[in-house]
């Protein structure tokens, strides 16, 4: 593992804990839960796997998931959904031909074991010279047959999420708008020089103590990276991975099997992907939000 950690919101309704389970392929599970405005309670679990591929002047990063979602609504009723597939991540221009931008390209899928319900969102590239239209999305929203295997749309879904996003309900003309622009602007920033400002959270300080927090592991590098020492990055980058493949030798010799700290690897039902299954260790939470306990494991 290259660092685990735990936070929780500003307002303590919300929690996550997160943690790298795989180095090869470079797999990081999560679980957030917390309580919505409406009083009902969300919890999610999820492994994601990034992948770069190099085509030129353009990097496409394809994202394998396995994402579950449990909503407990505030009548009783429980919802349960699985994402089964994300779109890549474009990166255009990196060798400075032509514009330089972000995009996402190719289908997101959420279905609802619970209602039988399908959502699916198709995100359409602006093309390799970057010509075409940008950020164009269209999907659906509509039940599977349980005979024909096929799905009957209710909602049709069109436009733009820099700009605008209808839903259209079947045989209707009527549009019902699910995004759109801050009022005075024409669209919404999709080309950002600047992060975003970080959401306040609250990190649980004596987290930081133990080995294998990623703040920790990653340190030096971070600090390198900030001042723009690039020797000095490279340096810390090695260190860290260098010290990681002498332990993983050394666990070898002595027959010894790593463990991810929160999360188990499991079996499911609900197979996503070709990525593995992972769930969230019993008393997890109380271990990661534990100010006087041991740190969660032997590993850490």
């Known amino acids: 593992s290259s660092?685990?950690?735990?936070?929780?919101?500003?307002?303590?309704?919300?929690?996550?804990?997160?943690?790298?389970?795989?180095?090869?392929?470079?797999?990081?599970?999560?679980?957030l839960e917390g309580q919505a405005d409406g009083g009902g309670l969300f919890s999610n679990v999820s492994s994601t796997a990034c992948t770069p591929f190099f085509y030129g002047n353009y990097v496409q990063v394809a994202m394998n998931t396995n994402s579950r979602i449990t909503l407990t609504l505030s009548s009783g009723g429980v919802e349960e959904y699985v994402v089964t597939?994300?779109?890549?991540?474009?990166?255009?221009?990196?060798?400075?031909?032509?514009?330089?931008?972000?995009?996402?390209?190719?289908?997101?899928?959420?279905?609802?074991?619970?209602?039988?319900l399908v959502g699916t969102l198709g995100f359409t590239t602006a093309g390799?010279?970057?010509?075409?239209?940008?950020?164009?999305?269209?999907?659906?929203?509509?039940?599977?047959?349980?005979?024909?295997?096929?799905?009957a749309n209710f909602y049709t879904i069109s436009g733009a999420w820099n700009t605008r996003v209808v839903a259209t309900r079947v045989g209707s003309t009527e549009e019902m708008e699910l995004l759109r622009t801050?009022?005075?602007?024409?669209?919404?920033?999709?080309?950002?020089?600047?992060?975003?400002?970080?959401?306040?959270?609250?990190?649980?300080?004596?987290?930081?103590?133990?080995?294998?927090?990623?703040?920790?592991?990653?340190?030096?590098?971070?600090?390198a990276i900030a001042s723009e020492d690039w020797a000095l990055a490279r340096a810390m980058k090695n260190k860290v991975e260098d010290g990681r493949r002498a332990e993983k030798a050394q666990m070898q010799n002595a027959k010894e099997a790593w463990e991810p700290a929160f999360f188990v690897e499991t079996t499911s039902a609900v197979k996503v992907g070709k990525q593995s299954v992972w769930s969230i260790r019993e008393s997890a939470f109380a271990r990661a939000f534990n100010a006087e306990g041991l740190p969660p494991c032997r590993n850490m």
């Open 3 to 31: 660092g685990s950690s735990s936070s929780r919101s500003s307002s303590s309704s919300w929690r996550i804990i997160s943690e790298q389970v795989s180095h090869h392929p470079p797999i990081t599970a999560m679980v």
């Open 128 to 151: 390799f010279f970057g010509t075409g239209q940008r950020h164009r999305i269209k999907g659906s929203v509509g039940a599977v047959s349980q005979h024909r295997g096929k799905t």
């Open 182 to 223: 801050p009022d005075g602007e024409t669209e919404r920033s999709a080309e950002r020089r600047e992060l975003p400002p970080v959401l306040p959270y609250t990190m649980p300080s004596y987290s930081l103590a133990w080995p294998r927090h990623s703040r920790r592991v990653w340190r030096d590098l971070s600090e």
């Open 85 to 116: 597939s994300l779109p890549s991540l474009y990166l255009r221009g990196i060798f400075h031909m032509g514009p330089q931008f972000c995009e996402w390209g190719g289908k997101l899928q959420i279905e609802c074991a619970t209602t039988g």
